[in-house]
């Protein structure tokens, strides 16, 4: 197990620390669950009350706790201060293999960087390029003539179709499936008939694809996923797709062919866009939203089909009326019958 | 093919004869395509009619029959003595692999329980323990120092990452992923930050995972699904939950960071919970359902965002009365306004 | 990479050449993005005034077009052309294994056809049958007593349970699952009871499964798609499904248990039947759509739960106008309250 004193942790984050700074934790916990031996972090300074009364050895708090009983690490920005000792303990927990095991498969021709692991079982095929620090899981595929990026991490069962290039910094992984043939038919006669896949997938830099997800290689030219993308597991970007940078995509959000996403659009959880739509810079597709088309900048979309949110909550809403609705528009029919059927008073 | 006779399925299933107990049956099938040398089951009484013609050689039924041909084992609970049967047979048909490979790569420090099968190409890391009777088939990847309890079985090309705990009697299917990444960034000047997850899983007893499913591990602390649950293929329990024990969730079910499932919960077919929502005992999310909070015990939940049942399905049902209301409003419109516009009777 | 002259390709599509026959091309690309050295096709006559301008140094096309400055193939039938030519370059671009590895695991009594290719690190258990021309990738697992037939490719990291028989001509894309455990249960005293799976699973001809999609093994008897099915990645075949020839499943469609498709149906994106249900020959399941029973042969369905897409279509519209119709509601109500508070004209 990890053991961070609060002097490293300090050193780590860029804080200040109030307290002895050779205490030490050896794990992490939220800020009700911690107790002795382990680090919290104060995310969010409305809880600041709570944060007082938290049982861990060391607190990484944005602002000087008045009450808190343990080491203080005083640190501005305490989101980034989680994420650099996330990083940390990851590291120290789950040791990467090292090392290109003899029970690997890695085709003479394979070019290999410096500091590169490929672990048992591994398949590296003919005239793939494996840059510095690459780190291969067992029981990885990768094909012919595909290139991976320095300090990229393939974890077992991914399997990587030929031609692929991956870019540095990128997680791929388990059993994730990158350049499996995009689906695409035309019909003859009755029958489907097949129209292979030509072309490739090309992943940038700094990009995460999660378990179980699917990057589809194009039918001609490439599909593209842009640097800094960070996609769940359980997702699907299909053929020809072009996702931009700095976007998210939550589990089973799923891109049909030749979908263009902006910059860092987010895709929520299930959601969907049919194909050729396009997302532009900043949009949001919201939980279980399929978008028919297109979505300009920085809007909301919700539904199925997909509206603005605001319109669609309100939808939503109304829906939940719709019995009271439909009972008031049966009393109104009534009385207005009875109105237009009522001879004319005074008569 | 296995081979049982009427005496053993009778011992089996704690049944009583009618006819000769030395006939035998090759084969399961249902009550209509059941012919010669098979076993059908009537499980519902009222299908009693149908039995009576099944040609079926023996029939396993919960009440005697009284022009039925063939054999009948009578036993109160057919279901119960279905699943027996079942059990037999796939014990036959598909013989689990023995012993420990030459060609898998078990680290020295494994500690290796009796009766254990690691097949060709598994790979078992460091400090990792396998109980008694455990079997791994091929390609299975399995990290360091985790814990698998005995007569767990892990089918092929399952991925689990280091330090996760799988208890006894578990079926992790095909493909499976355990412990992967959660999925947790925050942004920082237009660009995702990973927040590595460093938290574990923990599967109970009995539990059983499906094909291409997920289970995350937690940020900090554990992802946990509990004794006796059932987790059907496809489907994704993200970082953080907690599933109770005897819970159910079929294809595609999918649980959002953070959610907790209380006991004998059922999700069907594609529905989802998001962030942070609870559900508590015996509830039923309906297939398809997306829930956005918290739902109490023994409701049943439909639509997305989903309503107590009896309401979503009378809302549906008026959805398809939208264009008749949409009409009736329109002439009531018209038929106020002349009302209304009608200079004042008697005037 | 691959390279091809206007003479071959004619003699490929069946093709007419208008200017000289020995220029060559060595990629594809779409009428826009080609250039110097690309093939493109005019797939659509209406886009012919673009083809005209088109810079790829060969077009095949339907028609002869006047001004283009490269060289025509003139075909018919340009999107048969274009699988032809596809599935050249595939097979030159991705070459397939070939023979059977030393290290790959493959049973003495495995029958292995001619030309059969069987990669590192695959595992063929006892008894199972490859036709001619089989191509088995690194990782793949076949169980025992399975047969592949001729010209059938499955990709890495593809597991195939005992038993199941696949046809000729087929691809299982990477990850895929077939014969995995249907998902059945049976509840005694607050526990959930396993109803094991001893059924199998049929495959037809010419059928693709698509990447991380499961076919499920059946309870008793078979779980069946038959021949020219196409399937699409993150697909789900549930136990004791019947999937008709020449089928479409795109990606996420999913059929519940005892499923029924007649021929030709195609179910698009993200689009389910529940369990039970039949969908006639011929009938489209919209994306997104959930079919909760029974489907008319031709019929197309939308929405869900699913109705005609023309009725579903009109409802989506009218629901963009519940706010205005609550609204209308409203001052109607209003209104004839007062055309019914007003004491009687004239009185």
Redesign the interface.
């Known amino acids: 197990m990890p053991e961070f004193s609060a002097k490293q942790l300090a050193e780590m984050v860029g804080g200040r620390i109030i307290g002895r700074e050779d205490v030490t934790i050896a794990?992490?916990?939220?800020l009700e669950?911690a107790g002795a031996g382990d680090l919290a972090f104060l995310r969010d300074k409305n809880r600041a009350a709570q944060a007082e009364g938290c049982k861990a050895s060391i607190l990484v708090t944005p602002i000087e706790l008045a009450s808190y009983a343990g080491v203080q690490v005083v640190c501005e920005d305490a989101?980034?201060a989680?994420?650099r000792v996330?990083?940390a303990?990851?590291e120290q927990?789950?040791?990467r293999p090292q090392g290109v095991s003899p029970?690997a498969?890695v085709h003479p021709s394979v070019s290999v960087g410096r500091n590169v692991a490929v672990?048992?079982?591994a398949?590296v095929g003919e005239g793939t390029v494996l840059g510095d620090d690459v780190v291969i899981?067992?029981?990885v595929?990768v094909?012919?003539d595909c290139r991976i990026g320095a300090r990229t991490t393939l974890?077992?069962?991914v399997?990587v179709?030929?031609?692929v290039i991956i870019g540095a910094d990128c997680?791929i992984?388990?059993?994730a499936?990158l350049g499996?043939?995009g689906?695409g038919?035309?019909q003859?006669g009755?029958?489907?008939?097949?129209?292979?896949?030509?072309g490739g997938v090309r992943i940038g830099n700094n990009v995460?694809i999660?378990?179980?997800t699917?990057v589809?290689r194009a039918?001609?030219?490439e599909t593209v996923v842009e640097d800094?993308?960070?996609i769940?597991?359980?997702c699907?970007v299909?053929h020809n797709c072009h996702v931009g940078p700095?976007c998210?995509m939550?589990?089973?959000a799923?891109l049909?062919g030749s979908v263009r996403l902006g910059k860092?659009v987010i895709c929520a959880?299930?959601s969907?866009v049919?194909d050729h739509g396009t997302v532009a810079d900043g949009a949001i597709i919201g939980?279980?939203a399929?978008v028919p088309g297109n979505v300009p900048a920085g809007a909301y979309m919700l539904g199925?089909?997909a509206?603005p949110a605001a319109?669609q909550r309100?939808?939503?809403a109304?829906?939940?009326?719709?019995?009271q609705?439909?009972e008031?528009?049966r009393r109104?029919?009534k009385?207005?019958e009875e109105?237009?059927g009522r001879p004319?008073?005074?008569?």
Do not use: C
């Open positions: 794990d992490l916990s939220g669950q989101d980034m989680l994420a996330l990083s303990f990851a927990r789950f040791p029970r498969s672990a048992d079982f398949f899981y067992p029981h595929y094909g012919r974890y077992a069962n399997s179709h030929d031609r997680i992984r388990y059993n499936v499996s043939d689906f038919f035309i003859r009755g029958r489907n008939v097949k129209l292979a896949q030509v995460e999660g378990s179980l699917t589809d039918t001609m030219d800094g993308t960070k769940d597991s359980h699907h299909a700095e998210i939550a589990g089973y799923k049909a860092g959880e299930d969907g049919n939980g279980l399929g199925a089909p509206r319109e309100r939808i939503w109304i829906m939940g009326r719709l019995p609705m439909l008031k528009l109104l029919e009385e207005v109105l237009r004319a008073a005074g008569a």
